[in-house]
């Protein structure tokens, strides 16, 4: 019975050294260091104009620009644009898009209130943005600028009309004081 047991250890630890040795010849899913990368978009200026903030007055933009009122923005290049409120767009006050040579990829309007969609202003800006074959997204203000972003820096040829919002109230701001045992301790 002992040379039995022996036998079967022998082999049972023949095994294990094998399963070992195949264990240490594998790679890993990391060839190189293994180090895991965070590249903040808004800081590399190669991606062009990117827009870090809006406000009621107008936009930051990531090379340190603050602009006031609305804007146009392309990924090298920015545009004042003369418009009180989006309401107010109109084939006349886009046609820079439609001028453009090579066509853009993508337009992103960014409105500066929560319209209904059926607004007069936006069925008349759907038929025209048809007409002309410019591909558009109407969007919020809080989502085109995302949307735009994300575009820009993924190289796409992508423009941005922009409108301030009339109000601003940040959706973090806090607007009535917490109670006193849900304050941060002064120090």
């Given at each position: 019975?002992?040379?039995?047991?022996?036998?079967?250890?022998?082999?049972?630890?023949?095994?294990?050294?094998?399963?070992?040795?195949?264990?240490?010849?594998?790679?890993?899913?990391?060839?190189?260091?293994?180090?895991?990368?965070?590249?903040?978009?808004?800081?590399?200026?190669?991606?062009?104009?990117?827009?870090?903030?809006?406000?009621?007055?107008?936009?930051?933009?990531?090379?340190?620009?603050?602009?006031?009122?609305?804007?146009?923005?392309?990924?090298?290049?920015?545009?004042?644009?003369?418009?009180?409120?989006s309401s107010d767009m109109?084939?006349?006050?886009?046609?820079?898009?439609?001028?453009?040579?090579?066509?853009?990829?993508?337009?992103i309007i960014g409105l500066?209130?929560?319209?209904?969609?059926?607004?007069?202003?936006?069925?008349?800006?759907?038929?025209?943005?048809?007409?002309?074959?410019?591909?558009?997204?109407?969007?919020?203000?809080?989502?085109?600028?995302?949307?735009?972003?994300?575009?820009?820096?993924?190289?796409?040829?992508?423009?941005?009309?922009?409108?301030?919002?009339?109000?601003?109230?940040?959706?973090?701001?806090?607007?009535?004081?917490?109670?006193?045992?849900?304050?941060?301790?002064?120090?």
């Amino acid at each position: 019975m002992t040379s039995l047991s022996s036998k079967l250890f022998r082999q049972n630890t023949t095994c294990i050294k094998r399963y070992f040795n195949r264990s240490a010849i594998r790679r890993t899913a990391f060839e190189t260091e293994g180090k895991t990368v965070v590249k903040i978009l808004n800081k590399d200026l190669s991606n062009g104009f990117l827009i870090n903030a809006f406000s009621e007055h107008g936009f930051t933009l990531s090379a340190g620009f603050n602009v006031i009122g609305p804007i146009i923005v392309f990924p090298r290049t920015f545009l004042s644009w003369n418009i009180a409120a989006s309401s107010d767009m109109n084939a006349e006050s886009l046609c820079l898009f439609n001028v453009l040579e090579p066509q853009l990829d993508m337009l992103i309007i960014g409105l500066d209130m929560q319209y209904p969609a059926h607004a007069p202003f936006l069925c008349d800006l759907r038929a025209w943005l048809k007409k002309t074959k410019i591909n558009a997204e109407i969007l919020p203000i809080k989502h085109a600028i995302p949307t735009y972003n994300f575009l820009a820096a993924e190289g796409r040829f992508v423009a941005a009309a922009l409108v301030p919002p009339k109000h601003f109230v940040p959706e973090y701001a806090v607007t009535a004081p917490l109670p006193k045992h849900e304050r941060i301790p002064d120090y």
